[in-house]
């Protein structure tokens, strides 16, 4: 909201300072301080209305160490992710960036279905929360108006030079270009890492590959998403991996809306992207910020509210800088533990039909309790998945230099 009012005083009434406003860096930063200071400063206040209203989580015994102990400890503190989000980015971000629109949309989409998932279990008393199939049905449908948008609205493009951008004696200077409406994304750790669904789906013509894409990008936010769900399971794992998750594709972000940084390190040149910068730089900034009360020992959960907007937001990032196919390496965590549940529900099911008793790969599944289970202080298991979790973003801007 401030982006316009600035942009007017610095073009049209000429007022020295207000240019500032121009640059994304500035911005970025300005939308991190903006949401440190939401979670930080007023998140012990947020806490305590959370408290006053008796949010506190329900714990089932798990046989966990330390598990009774965060007995009633606030939940819902996803709302102190939201408000450290939506507010920086609402005020310094140009809200007329459809990239940004989508983000706040799946931001507010996802918040929403896990709030009530939350209220549910709280309120209600129903440690069940909000039933499987209402979440899917959400997930599912956020995922549709992310997919048709990218695939069908006009801003959505990639630029593509007539030749290198250049610099000469510190001017730069732009050839000519053409922006082009296509369906393309990046193929990791390949020298030719362009991949075109149009392309790759049209035997199967052309009426089948928006909705194939379609389909693509809905598994996507909603693994994703549950991914994020199932990874908060101690203090700090979440929050923290997201942080990690965010700066990296930051980075994307911001080359990819730089048109001699993206030619030089081969990445799509995509128009107005730079924006999600700033949205990145919030998302980090809530994350770090929120880690304030959520490390350990938590004095508030992010529940539902939370994660699965966490989730959901990460994916989108990805799939709008066209970096989805990335996800399996820079979302590493989430995979491993989603796949652990599979796995161990997978097992015991086939072993019950086939011995007439169900064994299990893991102590406890998702992969953090079955160290838990293995008396491993949750702390130190958080800081070794953010270990992991740095590795496989160092990996990730690895292919950054793939040519």
């Not at 007023?42 to 949010?55: A, E, H, L, T, V």
């Not at 493009?157 to 053409?178: L, Q």
């Not at 128009?271 to 730089?281: D, K, R, T």
Request: aromatic content about 12%.
């Amino acid at each position: 909201m401030l982006y316009p009012i600035f942009d007017y005083l610095d073009s049209v009434m000429d007022i020295p300072g207000t240019g500032v406003f121009r640059f994304i860096s500035f911005r970025a930063g300005m939308a991190a301080l903006l949401s440190l200071i939401i979670t930080v400063t007023f998140g012990k206040n947020i806490i305590d209305w959370i408290r006053s209203m008796q949010i506190g989580e329900t714990v089932r015994d798990l046989g966990l160490a330390g598990q009774q102990e965060k007995k009633g400890t606030p939940t819902m503190g996803g709302l102190m992710l939201m408000a450290g989000i939506i507010i920086p980015t609402l005020l310094f971000a140009n809200v007329n960036n459809i990239y940004i629109i989508l983000l706040l949309i799946t931001t507010v989409w996802l918040g929403t279905i896990g709030f009530v998932d939350d209220y549910i279990k709280v309120f209600r008393k129903n440690k069940e929360g909000l039933a499987g199939r209402f979440k899917i049905v959400g997930q599912i449908t956020i995922g549709i108006i992310v997919g048709a948008t990218l695939y069908f609205h006009e801003g959505v493009v990639v630029r593509e030079f007539t030749n290198p951008v250049s610099i000469e004696e510190g001017v730069v200077e732009t050839p000519a270009f053409r922006d082009v409406k296509v369906a393309k994304t990046t193929i990791p750790f390949m020298k030719n890492n362009e991949l075109n669904y149009e392309t790759f789906l049209g035997f199967l013509g052309e009426s089948a590959t928006p909705v194939l894409y379609i389909l693509l990008v809905t598994f996507i936010i909603t693994a994703v998403s549950n991914g994020a769900n199932i990874t908060d399971g101690i203090d700090g794992l979440a929050a923290g991996t997201s942080a990690i998750i965010g700066l990296t594709i930051a980075i994307f972000a911001y080359i990819s809306g730089n048109a001699i940084f993206s030619q030089y390190l081969n990445v799509f040149f995509i128009p107005n992207s730079g924006e999600l910068v700033i949205f990145c730089a919030a998302f980090v900034g809530a994350c770090v910020g929120f880690l304030w009360y959520n490390a350990y020992p938590a004095q508030v959960f992010m529940g539902d509210t939370g994660s699965l907007m966490l989730g959901g937001v990460i994916a989108v990032l990805s799939l709008t800088l066209r970096k989805e196919l990335l996800i399996p390496v820079l979302c590493g965590v989430f995979l491993i533990e989603n796949v652990s549940v599979i796995m161990q529900v997978g097992y015991f099911k086939y072993t019950k039909r086939k011995y007439g008793e169900g064994r299990r790969i893991f102590l406890m599944s998702p992969l953090h309790h079955h160290y838990q289970k293995k008396n491993i202080h949750e702390s130190k298991i958080v800081v070794r998945f953010w270990i992991v979790g740095i590795l496989l973003a160092i990996i990730t801007l690895a292919t950054l230099k793939l040519r």
